[in-house]
């Protein structure tokens, strides 16, 4: 038998459910505007995962990078939230690199 697909299944779902978590506190101390580079290392990741060769750390890898690129499209419906009460919000916030230029860009939508 081959447990390899539900070990890599249930392994994603704990990927997944950290990424709410990160998305939550990151917008909090971070703010939404450092979306291009949450979406930026997602991509990284996921490339980087098609030149493993072991299965595990190859799946895990893109996974990882997967959310994260999730989790920069959620940064701004993220700020929405927290603005809305729905979650704490924290006024005092780090400011990337470039906020001035992201804060023209239109923040990704899925």
Same mark, same amino acid.
């Given at each position: ?6 070990a890599?299944?249930l392994?994603?779902l704990c @990927?997944?459910?950290?990424g709410f978590?990160? *998305? @939550? /506190? ?5 703010? #939404?505007?450092?979306?291009?580079? *949450?979406?930026?290392?997602?991509? *990284?990741l996921?490339?980087v995962s ?18 994260? *690129?999730?989790?920069s499209?959620e ?10 009460g729905? #979650?704490?919000? /924290?006024?005092?916030?780090? /400011?990337?690199p470039?906020?001035?230029? @992201?804060?023209?860009?239109?923040a990704?939508h899925?």
């Amino acid at each position: 038998m081959n447990f390899f697909g539900i070990a890599i299944g249930l392994a994603t779902l704990c @990927i997944i459910g950290m990424g709410f978590g990160w *998305v @939550i /506190h990151g917008e909090r101390y971070f703010g #939404y505007l450092w979306w291009p580079y *949450v979406l930026g290392l997602g991509i *990284v990741l996921i490339v980087v995962s098609l030149f493993l060769e072991n299965d595990w750390a190859s799946a895990l890898l893109g996974a990882f990078g997967a959310s994260l *690129v999730w989790g920069s499209t959620e940064l701004k419906e993220q700020a929405i939230r927290a603005e809305l009460g729905w #979650y704490p919000f /924290h006024a005092q916030k780090i /400011h990337p690199p470039g906020a001035e230029t @992201i804060q023209k860009w239109p923040a990704p939508h899925l």
